[in-house]
């Protein structure tokens, strides 16, 4: 489960048109971070999306996020997509705003996964959805695996 940092004032600063522009641009980076055949993305309400990556464990060896760090293809786990998509985010500039410097967005993960962390859907969003929160109480801008 993913949360843009701070949406509702990027919303009051830049206006809502801006806001609409940087959720379809957070769409795209997702889509950019994920298998186009597999994973399936889904907005989950104001600013929130939701990834699932099917066969994919929460966690992964540290040799096995270098192997794959510059592919989304092959096996990969989790939290290193969700690290992914969030460095993608905090390093891209979102341009276009008239008369005001470029925008710099964080995004907060929340990761569960099946079966270790619930075994039906409304128990798996339930504990990305805490994941979450941990990432926005321990200051936002990073990715939290539920335990």
């Known amino acids: 489960m993913l949360d843009i940092d701070h949406f509702k004032p990027f919303n009051d600063t830049y206006g809502h048109p801006q806001g609409d522009k940087l959720l379809r641009a957070m769409a795209d980076v997702l889509r950019e ?44 786990s989790a939290d290193f997509v969700a690290e992914r998509i969030r460095a993608t985010m905090e390093e891209r500039a979102f ?19 099946y079966p270790d ?7 798996l969003v339930a504990n990305a959805d805490k994941a979450l929160y941990l990432a926005k109480c321990l200051g936002r801008n990073c990715v939290q695996v539920f335990h």
Do not use: M
Request: proline fraction near 4%; avoid cysteine.
């Open 95 to 113: 341009e276009g705003f008239p008369n005001r410097r470029d925008a710099r967005i964080t995004v907060s993960l929340g990761v569960a996964s």
């Open 117 to 123: 962390h619930g075994k039906t859907a409304d128990e």
């Open 33 to 76: 971070s994920t298998r186009l055949k597999t994973d399936i993305i889904a907005r989950y309400g104001g600013e929130e999306f939701v990834i699932v990556l099917p066969n994919t464990p929460a966690t992964g060896a540290e040799a096995l996020a270098d192997r794959v760090r510059d592919s989304v293809g092959g096996e990969r």
